[in-house]
């Protein structure tokens, strides 16, 4: 397996040390030659050690967007356009609809709450890898330094990250806090844990999801969501289509997600564009509607 140090740490804390039983470190830009092909990773602006794979034969360049996103994030490296022949892209949010806010006016929303509510705290539910610790460096970026208290459930992550690196401020466990302490506070779960018996222990909790989904109103209001906050860690509409316009490729493969809209777009636009079906991916399983942990509104 050719990986980031990043990715290579993260899925050994998620899947254990013997996950694979081969993995060799890669540098951004660092050449490999695999058979015919030389390989190199570029960063893809989704989580810590997310990388575009780029893949270079017969006088032609592949590159393979994986999941990316082109706003920044204070966790992680920025999405790095390649130049090539033939780009694959992601699609999750591949619909005119998904236009993602500021994600600084989002973060406000919870800050605003908390100032209205003080004797309550915003429990944020946000996927253990990648978004919870991309929302806690919003918050600190906006200058809320007190300390976050976080469910177990993301601790090992958080921790992994602070140890690469990437600060994220005073973060404390919700489990060694009494309801006093939490008054006020911000307490950070898995969206699993949102409505479980685990959040009863909380201050009157105003519940919040942080999911490019929350754009879809219908999402929130059936999760039982009082402050959706429409942050996403994959492209929106516009960052695609303006990906794909920079990029200008020969060819553009569309996958994980909306193809259909997306290859009309870039039809229309004078790309040659078409979907590629994977087997086992209908939606990204972290932000897809299955994988969100709120029930989905639909099987569609």
Known sequence: MLATAETL????????????PARQAARYGEKHRIGDATVWLSPAGHVLGSAQAVIEAHGRRIVVSGDYKRRPDPTCAPFE????????????????????????????????????FPERCVLVGAYALGKAQRIIALFRRAGHDAPIYL???LEKLCGLYTSLGVELGDLRLAKDADK?????RIVMAPPSAL??????RLPEPVTAFASGWMRVRARARQGGIELPLVISDHADWDE???TLTELSPQEVWVTHGREDAL??????????AKPLHLAGYDEEGGEGPEGDGLKPPEAA
């Open 263 to 272: 290859v009309h777009w870039a039809g229309l636009n004078g790309l040659k």
């Open 180 to 184: 006093v302490e939490l008054m006020g």
């Open 195 to 200: 409505g479980d018996r685990w959040s009863r």
């Open 151 to 153: 469910h177990g459930a």
């Open 240 to 242: 695609l289509t303006a």
């Open 81 to 116: 356009p390649v130049p090539c022949d033939v780009f694959v892209t992601e699609a999750t949010f591949g619909l005119p609809v998904f236009r993602h806010p500021d994600d600084g006016k989002e973060v406000a929303k919870v800050l605003h709450t908390l100032e209205l």
């Open 9 to 20: 740490a993260i899925m050994g804390a998620r899947y254990g040390e013997a996950f694979t």
